[in-house]
């Protein structure tokens, strides 16, 4: 596996340990639809959320949440969307997204609710 996908991986599974620490039931990881990857899909209460992932070390250029651009967000909505009509789940939906700063073994981590909503 390259350097940047067992970062990517490092991330997706602290942000899952992390969203199970807050309440969180996880209800699906690295899910596809079509051109969609749904990266964290859990719920709490009465709310769907789809966890979208990023993960940078210290010193990157960018910021984890910044890569979340227009594009990204279609598809994710897309993907949503799937998951929605397959699961036939009757709750709201929201996305999120978790930054993650990896600094050796310590992390920062940004948890955005209601990061980015549907276009009408």
Do not use: C, W
């Not at 991330?11 to 620490?21: C, N």
């Not at 789809?50 to 984890?64: H, I």
């Not at 997204?97 to 940004?110: F, P």
């Amino acid at each position: 596996m390259s350097e940047h996908n067992e970062v990517g991986k490092q991330g997706e599974d602290i942000a899952a340990a992390y969203l199970q620490q807050q309440g969180y039931e996880l209800l699906g990881r690295n899910l596809f639809f079509r051109k969609a990857e749904l990266d964290i899909v859990a719920r709490k209460g009465g709310d769907l959320v789809f966890v979208e992932v990023k993960t940078r070390s210290k010193g990157a250029l960018m910021s984890p949440e910044q890569a979340v651009d227009y594009r990204k967000q279609k598809f994710i909505i897309e993907g949503a969307a799937a998951f929605i009509e397959q699961s036939d789940l009757d709750l709201d939906a929201r996305f999120d997204i978790i930054s993650i700063v990896l600094n050796g073994d310590d992390s920062e981590i940004d948890h955005i609710e209601n990061a980015f909503y549907p276009s009408t």
